[in-house]
């Protein structure tokens, strides 16, 4: 009794040390793949707190069957899960708390809630997961936006994650502060200076507003105010003739090079009564 007691116990301390060698320690990955190219860049990414187990697991039925088939029949005999399949389920494991993941988590990000949440893509599709690296794949956004062409002189060599941010909360996914560190010259203070850069700008459309695109989206009456409707009708003049983009206001210096053009210089104020 006292020989099978201690046969027990030394069994149970053996096979837990070999279970947590097998579910804890990345050596135990070691001692069947070559895998020191996979290993080096784990130690350097931001997933090496976590062992190669957290992401790349197997079921006891997947392990069994992987175990008698490498017996049986050698090394390449089976297909496998744990390497490029398993791990990408794993993601959301970490990445939907806020205490796993440390900082923005899905659920806060409106690129991944419409992505993940609302149209059920899976992390795979859009991440590139090359040996531990899983920056976004600029070209996947093109297999599904295929309309969203980018339009417009100096942005012809710039992706998609440029300008659309996963983390802003607007459905657009674009801040302005995105656009001004490009655009730098943009005044950040003024007339209309609190509206959004898309408001009037359509990237993957028409850049330039147009006289209509004033006029229908916010100054539907300014063409009764004033002498703007003399100007438009008349003259067939469009809005940015005379209101320059992100300046807007007409003053004194400005109507001396726009007014005497066609007309007299006649003080601004005047005309808008």
Not at 13 to 24: E, L, P, Q, S
Request: proline residues 3%; glycine residues 6%; positive net charge.
């Amino acid at each position: 009794m006292l020989l099978f007691l201690l046969l027990t116990i030394i069994g149970g301390i053996v096979g837990f040390r070999y279970y947590r060698h097998t579910k804890d320690d990345p050596e135990f990955c070691m001692s069947c793949h070559m895998m020191q190219e996979a290993f080096k860049t784990w130690e350097k990414s931001k997933h090496r707190d976590f062992t190669c187990q957290k992401c790349h697991v197997m079921n006891i039925l997947e392990q069994n069957k992987m175990l008698i088939s490498y017996v049986v029949k050698g090394a390449n005999a089976t297909t496998q899960k744990h390497g490029r399949v398993s791990p990408w389920d794993a993601c959301a494991g970490c990445h939907l708390s806020a205490v796993s993941q440390g900082s923005l988590t899905l659920n806060k990000s409106y690129g991944h809630s419409k992505h993940v949440f609302m149209q059920q893509i899976n992390c795979s599709r859009c991440h590139t997961g090359t040996l531990h690296m899983f920056s976004p794949n600029q070209q996947a956004c093109a297999e599904c936006h295929k309309d969203k062409v980018i339009h417009g002189m100096g942005m012809e060599g710039m992706a998609c994650l440029s300008c659309h941010n996963y983390s802003e909360k607007s459905p657009k996914m674009i801040s302005t502060d995105k656009c001004r560190s490009c655009h730098k010259s943009i005044p950040v203070k003024g007339v209309m200076a609190a509206l959004k850069c898309f408001d009037c700008h359509h990237p993957h459309g028409k850049i330039k507003p147009s006289n209509q695109d004033c006029l229908k989206t916010c100054h539907g009456n300014e063409a009764t105010v004033g002498q703007h409707n003399l100007h438009m009708t008349k003259a067939k003049m469009n809005c940015l003739d005379c209101h320059k983009a992100h300046g807007w206001t007409v003053g004194k210096t400005e109507a001396a090079k726009l007014c005497s053009r066609c007309h007299k210089l006649k003080n601004p104020a005047t005309f808008i009564y």
